[in-house]
């Protein structure tokens, strides 16, 4: 069961939610995967949203790979969302910890993703927090990327179908972390830091 932890509104017309709850249950437009550049959804939340999406979406990664070669942090892919309560994944490639450039990348990863949705004339979108676990990436500071990279995406397209923006997370650390980044970019909205 989800639950809502903090909300906030960036623009007039779009909302940006805090969640605690499973991404792959999120009823949705689209859903984020934190994928890899082979689109190999082989553990953490992409083998979470495999295993309850179906098959069908490692098929289509596959294909997605063949035709347009690896994916990247301003490359993300989209593919449909099988068994999933979202009608599309779509698969971003945050950078790992260590290679350089990471929080620009990070923040790509973010844009090129709300970017690929609005394309697709989407209106509601989930995210994890993208790169800050097996990748590596320092959860305080990836809360402050992901968020501002929201927030930023959404006040300067100011015509986006996207409308409902979630970021959703599993665990209960990174629920406190991103809880006190939320708390410091929108403070009086319910997040507790």
Known sequence: ???LIAQ????????????HGDITLEAVDAIVN???????????VAAAIVRRGGTEIQDQSRAW?????????????LTAGG????????????????EGQEERKLRSAVTSSLALADETGLSS???????????????QLGARVILDAIADYLAGHPDSSINDVRV???DQESVDVFS?????????????A
């Open 1 to 3: 069961m989800s639950e």
């Open 8 to 19: 906030a509104h960036p623009t007039p017309d779009a909302k940006l939610s805090l969640i």
């Open 34 to 44: 934190a994928a890899n550049a082979h689109l190999a959804h082989g553990g953490g």
């Open 65 to 77: 790979v063949a035709e347009h070669g690896p994916a990247s942090h301003d490359r993300p892919a």
């Open 83 to 98: 068994n999933l309560p979202a009608s599309h994944v779509i698969h971003a490639v945050g950078p790992r910890w260590g």
């Open 125 to 139: 979108i989930a995210l994890p927090a993208i790169s800050t676990g097996i990748f590596g990436f320092p959860k």
């Open 168 to 170: 959703v997370l599993i």
């Open 180 to 192: 006190v980044a939320f708390a410091e970019r929108w403070p009086d909205t319910g997040a507790t």
